[in-house]
């Protein structure tokens, strides 16, 4: 391509929503433009980099034996009905209705499109197992849409979706994705981790997250000092080991904390460390009745106070939640959130945190504004002593924090380190949730009906682009690893309209190049050899070609790494082999 009929988009200002490296970049390197929140046009030379990424994933799929299909986007709400997240998917699903009135959404995912299909087109236990894959577009009304293409409303997915008689067979499909997931990301050249993640409502299911490791990224991942163990903060397991109750030390007392109402204002103003306090939460459970009629609950949680709620933890311990209102709070307490404590009351449901059971002289609310207790001990009075009793009979101690770093690892080996991901990919055993709502089955060996298992397989191919750029970028732009970049060399005539014999040569090494299959970019705009410099190490071009009337003279030309600062002169002979040797390092 020239960019005399391929125009380079680059603007110098930084968008002013643009908060990370990648979203900046992506717009001044001219590869997307803003429309609308959460939507976005890509323009050639992004959708260059977008295709690349769908090469290999189709490739991968390819190779993995998935079957390309291309399914609506626009999804009648019966198919959702049928499943039940009609009601349950929230505000992320596009709703709309048809000129008839009907209801349709805007596909987020496509398991019950899929599912639809394979209920109808797969009979037997002799068309299983078979994958199913798409790479197509996807709406989720993002309730804040951020970070340029990383969390859009309107996006590409490859989705994948497997269809089986039994769990072996399940899992060798899943293994297979697994592996063609890890040949993706390696052969794009990014620095992932599989994570183990979220298997949601169902419980045992297996889930894995492939993230890519950044410091922008959404995700905190829990990574083992001692082992291969890493998982998704969300669903880390803190390993809490047994101990006794330590002798308690302190002496019990009330103590005036007038606006100390964080852990932090406590710990300052009292002088103790955060282990050393128990935080008490107070939540409303949804409790759903035989006629679906929903009630509410109001539950104390306690956590130490270095720790954070793990709402995903609680949520499948509990259902549904939410934080309760001051009033609620005041109703059950007699008292404002920041000063509340344990309810001494066998009526009031309770969770506790694993790890409070151990605390000892620790610090409380005294369920009364302005006051704590310090110097508590959970045996220290018969009916504190009772409470805590109690709450072990009712097995109310359970993993609902964070882990932290420092934690000991799941597995027993190293300790839990903490780092930023960014979640590209995400595989699923879904097991029969979705084939069992919409009874999709086939006849099996033994001639009767069975439900068929399924597993689901989702890249976010837009994400990946942006995902690529926060972790390979400098001061100076996009610094593209070679099988992402829009194109590999850049050749960069200096004052070509004033040479004949330049033209002449940068033509015939432009035919060369192409002719070899290398993707080049001759910048043949009348531009100061500065900007174009800078354009191209903006746009992230890992070889670059620099050609003057002066080297001709001298029979040389000038290369440039992307990711180097000084230029080297070679022979022009060597031109080809060299460029050729390059682009295979
Ligand atoms: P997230 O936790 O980031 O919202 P998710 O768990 O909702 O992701 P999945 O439903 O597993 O995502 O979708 C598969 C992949 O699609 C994700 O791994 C991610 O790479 C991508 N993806 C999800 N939501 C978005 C979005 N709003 N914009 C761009 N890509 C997305
Ligand atoms: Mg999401």
Known sequence: MRTSQFPLNTVKETPADAEIASHQLMIRAGLIRKLAAGLYTWLPLGLRVLRKVEHITRAEMTKAGALEVLMPALQPAELWQETGRWQHYGAELARLKDRHDRDFCLGPTHEEIITDLAR???????QLPITFYQIQTKFRDEIRPRFGVM?????????????????????????????????????????????????????????????VLADSGEDAIAFSTGSDYAANVESAKALVVAQTLAEPCEAFAKVATPHQKTIAELTEFLAVPAQKVLKTLAIMRSIEDTHGDISEQ???????????????????????????????????????????????????????????????????????????????????????????????????????????????????????????????????????????????GIINETGKHQIMLMGCYGIGISR???????????????????????????????????????????????????????????????????????DMELIGIPHCIILSDKGLDANVFEYKARTTKENIEVPLAELMCFIQAKLAD
């Open 120 to 126: 109808n087109e797969l009979k037997s236990y002799k």
């Open 151 to 211: 969390r859009c409303r309107e996006f590409i997915m490859k989705d994948a979706y497997s269809f089986h008689s039994d769990q072996a067979s399940l899992q060798e499909t899943y293994e297979r994705m697994y592996q063609a997931y890890t040949n993706i990301f390696t052969f794009l050249g990014l620095n992932f981790r599989a994570v183990i993640a979220d298997s949601g409502a169902i419980g045992g299911a297996v889930s894995h997250e492939f993230h």
């Open 298 to 440: 109001f539950y104390n949680v306690f956590l130490r106070g270095d720790h954070d709620l793990n709402e995903i933890k609680l949520t499948k311990l509990l259902g549904s939640f939410r934080f309760a209102t001051e009033t609620e709070i005041a109703q059950h307490h007699g008292c404002v959130a920041g000063f509340l404590g344990p309810v001494l009351d066998a009526s009031l449901p309770v969770i506790f945190d694993l790890d409070t059971r151990y605390l000892t002289d620790f610090v409380c609310g005294a369920n009364e504004e302005g006051f704590h207790f310090r110097g508590c001990n959970w045996l220290s009075d018969p009916k504190t002593m009772a409470f805590y009793q109690q709450a072990i009979a009712d097995h109310a101690f359970h993993d609902i924090r964070n882990v932290v770093a420092g934690d000991l690892s799941p597995d027993g080996l190293g300790e839990i380190t903490l780092a930023r991901g960014i979640e590209v990919g995400h595989i699923f055993q879904l097991g029969t949730k979705y084939s069992e709502a919409m009874k999709a």
């Open 464 to 534: 990946v682009v942006a995902a690529a750029i926060e972790q390979n970028h400098d001061a100076r732009g996009i610094v593209w690893p070679t099988h992402l970049a829009p194109f590999q060399v850049a050749l960069c005539p200096m004052n070509l309209h004033k040479s004949h014999r330049l033209q002449a040569t940068v033509e015939q090494i432009y035919e060369q190049l192409n002719a070899a299959g290398i993707e080049t970019l001759l910048d043949d705009r009348k531009v100061r050899a500065g900007f174009m410099f800078s």
